[in-house]
């Protein structure tokens, strides 16, 4: 179906192509007068994505790096113009009827534009859009490859490979409870196109109908979109921008990120450029994983800020667990920070639920003896070490006394992510073993597929 190069993520962090123009149409605080002020939507849209920043910018190199890495430095190779012509293409090229596409594209756009009320057929005027994309002379802009991109690990599905899962998913409107639902025409031709034409492209228009339906989706069906966009190259943005989802209430104790998360989280975010104010903190507070009820990550961290404020681990301790597990240069001021924490959490919290009131759950204990045989067994190893700061070195010792207080008197989970952290800024040595055993209790906590593999660069190779 398409000539591109890239995953779509590469290029889009929202919807594209033909359904990218319905939403145009359908967000459009009027209806076009007539086929000329439509056409200029068309040519809006067009001219939005030329001022755009691609996704994957490499403007931050210049022309001999780029050079070096395979970039491009001319023009845009493959770009929306050519998207949106080539979804067009598929469904003027395709057996489908002229009602067919008419009945897809006027539930796509919200019923905003149709072009059988202006005496044309939807079909031709996809013809019209069609020559205004080729009309359109390539974008000048870095960051595209002439290749194929090295971050496709493999090649898109075939149409074979997933036109059953993107019909099953339509199909499965027609047994959901009675409201705002497509019609029963709509996602019969929305089935053709996945049949006749594009999976991919009807996927796409699902979802459009869905959103301008206002359709909710239950986190299980969410979940399946989520795969199937994953599939096909989408940005998690494609699925979420729109889509009206019940969200499960915000539990902390559910552990559904894909990496590290929570304080731990926070403290892999502290680098060099980190300035730890309360902007730095609200990205962090804001950082919801792909699938997670929004939220989420604030509840965790404030979750974590709060057992740490409600310890009786004194501040200096509180300290040497900060500058162990980030790599910041500056004092952490004990349990001011973590009332900033808090605080930009609870913010974050009245906005996206106001209805939720944290509640720090007890600890789950039954790993603790496992976590701490973990941190005893690294702090022989590192007692000579410390991790430096301007204001003065603070030892591994302090650091490793910190992280058993928690393990044992506060929260064994806690206590392990903040071990990982500390294992990297230390630059600990594992053994295979080790490392295996870490991936055990992780999963045992329940951690996300790639959380543990942030310390996989430390075991030891033969």
Known sequence: MTG????????????FGLSGLAEVFALSPAAPENARAALGLVTAKLDAYDRETPVDSVDHLDADQRSILGYDTSHDE????????DDVRTLIESPLSDEAIRTVWRAAAGGVWDPAAHGTS???????????????????VP????????????????ADEVRDDVVAEIRSCREWPAGSLPSPDTLSALEEVAVHAHPELAFRLFLRVLKACSVRIG????DRFQALGDRFGHHSSLIDTGLDVVWPPIDPARRDAIWDFGLSGLAGQAHQEWHGNREDVRRAAEGDDI?????????????????????A?????????????ADWPRSTDGRDRLRLIADVCRE????????????????????????????????????????????????????????????????????????LRVLGRLSVSLTQEQYDRYQAIGESFGYGEYHVSDVDHLVETD
Do not use: N
Not at 144 to 158: G, I, K, Q, V, Y
């Open 291 to 311: 699938g997670q009820t929004p939220g989420s990550a604030a509840a965790v961290l404030l979750d974590d800020a709060l057992r740490l404020l409600r310890s």
């Open 313 to 325: 681990l004194p501040d200096a301790a509180v300290s040497a667990l900060w500058s162990g597990a």
């Open 348 to 419: 974050r919290l009245r906005e996206v639920a106001p209805a939720y009131g944290p509640v720090v759950a007890p600890a789950r204990t039954e790993l603790a003896d496992t976590v701490l045989r973990e941190v005893r067994e690294t702090a022989p190893m590192v007692a000579d070490k410390s991790v430096s700061h301007h204001w003065r070195p603070v030892p591994a010792t302090e650091v490793m006394d910190a992280l058993e207080h928690v393990v044992t008197r506060i929260d064994p989970d806690l206590g392990f992510r903040l071990f």
């Open 143 to 158: 960051g595209r490859r002439p290749a194929p991109s090295p971050l496709w690990d493999a090649r898109p599905p075939s």
């Open 4 to 15: 591109r190069q890239e995953p779509y993520y590469v290029c889009y962090d929202g919807d």
């Open 78 to 85: 493959w770009g929306y113009a050519d998207d949106l012509r």
């Open 219 to 222: 986190k299980e069906r969410y």
């Open 122 to 140: 939807t079909r031709d005027w996809l013809r019209c859009v069609e020559e205004t994309c080729a009309a359109r002379p390539p974008r000048k």
